[in-house]
């Protein structure tokens, strides 16, 4: 039943240390987006996927970069994680008339 | 012009009474209104959503409200439960690029 899949649900990495988060979904939509999540805050839209064109948020650190294989699939990579990339990362998808946005669980990401 | 300011941050409200949530815009190009309710660790779900060209949307006891005139919406929690204690989520999108523009959120505590 689970619509968008986001794994590992917890993820600690180390400071520097490359790491990949992955996203599925069943819901065969075109556009995927990634979102960051801080304590007590907002979702913060990083980028998003409108099928294979990539939309990059203006202040979204180069960082932070993502692949698409394809439709199913979205990964978040976090090139070089700081202390300050620790939250929660939410995975969305919609339609193409892009109106409801299907969110995952997120990945609880931790920097030591 | 692409803030949405939500209030109030937190909100206490005794079982069977009524929640109220404000959220304030000022992009009037702004055409669709979600309301996003999301429980500790996980992700955002839609609740209700509505769109410009009606003044009010009910479901359930979940009730949206919209001012155009006053670029407000509000979300109406009729017969609050304890289960309803989550933080909650006003958002904002235009049909070009359907990114959604979300308010601070307010953590809502229904007492039993």
């Known amino acids: 039943d689970a619509m968008v899949i986001q794994n590992p649900r917890y993820q600690v990495t180390q400071f520097g240390k490359p790491v990949t988060l992955s996203c599925s979904q069943t819901?065969?939509?075109?556009?995927m987006y990634w979102y960051q999540q801080k304590s007590s805050q907002a979702p913060k839209l990083l980028f998003h996927?409108?099928?294979?064109?990539?939309?990059n948020e203006a202040d979204t650190p180069d960082n932070f970069q993502s692949r698409r294989p394809n439709t199913s699939f979205c990964f978040l990579d976090i090139r070089s994680p700081g202390l300050g990339d620790a939250a929660m990362y939410l995975c969305?998808?919609?339609?193409?008339?892009?109106?409801?946005?299907?969110f995952g669980p997120g990945t609880r990401l931790t920097v030591t | 012009q692409q803030q949405v300011k939500q209030s109030p941050q937190s909100l206490i409200v005794q079982k069977g009474g009524i929640s109220i949530i404000n959220c304030a815009y000022e992009?009037?190009?702004?055409?669709?209104f979600p309301w996003y309710q999301q429980f500790p660790g996980k992700g955002p779900a839609l609740l209700i959503a509505?769109?410009?060209?009606?003044s009010e949307k009910k479901e359930g006891r979940f009730t949206i409200s919209f001012n155009k005139s006053a670029k407000q919406f509000s979300l109406h929690i009729m017969d609050s439960q304890p289960g309803d204690s989550a933080t909650y989520f006003c958002?904002?999108?235009?049909?070009?690029?359907?990114?959604?523009?979300f308010g601070a959120g307010t953590i809502l505590r229904v007492k039993s």
């Open positions: 819901l065969n939509h075109n556009v």
């Open positions: 969305a998808t919609s339609t193409k008339n892009r109106d409801e946005q299907y």
């Open positions: 996927y409108y099928d294979k064109d990539f939309n």
């Open positions: 958002a904002a999108s235009k049909d070009e690029g359907n990114k959604l523009v």
């Open positions: 509505i769109r410009p060209d009606v």
């Open positions: 992009n009037t190009a702004f055409d669709y």
